[in-house]
């Protein structure tokens, strides 16, 4: 079954840590380019992070630049999102998601209208007290 599933999502306080992991599955995440996005509700999805599959370059969003950090792991066919001193504006459900296209330019593939390929099902993080 061809699928992104996500884990590692869950409710941390203000100033904390996450780390997100997106493993995929009936496909193989190398040479693609991989995204993370979110969305609270009301509002527009918000491209997060994303990076490109020729060659590793990496886009961040205003809002999380210096605080989170994309990477992945061929190896293990997983992407992760590491996200530190989180604040309440970034509750919101993310979603991972990968591309066939690997040479596009990387902030255009973060742009909150993107689509991808393959998504995953969203994992809920939630910054409170």
């Known amino acids: 079954q061809v699928q992104l599933v996500h884990s590692g999502g869950g409710l941390v306080q203000p100033g904390g840590s996450l780390r997100l992991s997106c493993e995929a599955s009936g496909f193989t995440l190398d040479f693609k380019t991989i995204g993370w996005f979110r969305q609270a509700p009301g509002k527009a999805r918000e491209g997060v992070a994303c990076i490109r599959g020729s060659d590793g370059s990496t886009y961040y969003g205003d809002s999380v630049k210096g605080r989170f950090s994309l990477s992945r792991d061929n190896a293990k066919n997983s992407a992760y999102l590491q996200m530190n001193d989180l604040k309440p504006g970034d509750t919101a459900v993310y979603y991972c998601?990968?591309?066939?296209?690997?040479?596009?330019?990387?902030?255009?593939?973060?742009?909150?209208?993107?689509?991808?390929?393959?998504w995953g099902q969203g994992t809920q993080v939630t910054v409170s007290s």
């Open positions: 998601a990968a591309d066939r296209g690997a040479f596009g330019d990387i902030q255009a593939m973060c742009a909150p209208t993107t689509w991808y390929d393959y």
